[in-house]
């Protein structure tokens, strides 16, 4: 069993920028960001996988990245060049499986989320 907690949301002005971090319990195989907005579908932000580079997806590629440290078993996101289109929740998730081998962002263990607000 994984535990992950997030924190680092907030209000932001549009063109800011903001930090997230996920603390795990432990870090698997495969770590995610994603996120929902109010009224929408949960989307992907991006993967990381123990080891290789990170994946983003399309609405964020070029001003999101993934990093992590693992001598803190903390997953980060940072946010750059926010918009308004990137409020939502945002939810930290693992899963011990290859990244490759989660459908659909089936991941097994998630976060509590951390909200997000640009305006």
């Known amino acids: 069993h994984v535990q992950l907690v997030e924190s680092g949301g907030g209000s932001v002005q549009a063109g800011g920028a903001l930090r997230l971090s996920c603390l795990a319990s432990y870090m698997p195989a495969c770590m995610g960001w994603f996120r929902q907005a109010a009224g929408k579908e949960r989307e992907k932000v991006g993967t990381?996988?123990?080891?290789?580079?990170?994946t983003y997806g399309d609405a964020v590629k070029g001003r999101f990245t993934i990093s992590k440290d693992n001598a803190k078993n903390t997953l980060y996101l940072q946010m750059d060049s926010l918009k308004p289109e990137d409020t939502g929740m945002y939810y930290c998730?693992?899963?011990?499986?290859?990244?490759?081998?989660?459908?659909?962002?089936?991941?097994?263990?998630w976060g509590q989320g951390t909200q997000v607000t640009v305006s």
């Open positions: 998730a693992a899963d011990y499986l290859q990244c490759a081998a989660i459908v659909d962002g089936a991941f097994d263990y």
């Open positions: 990381s996988a123990r080891d290789g580079a990170p």
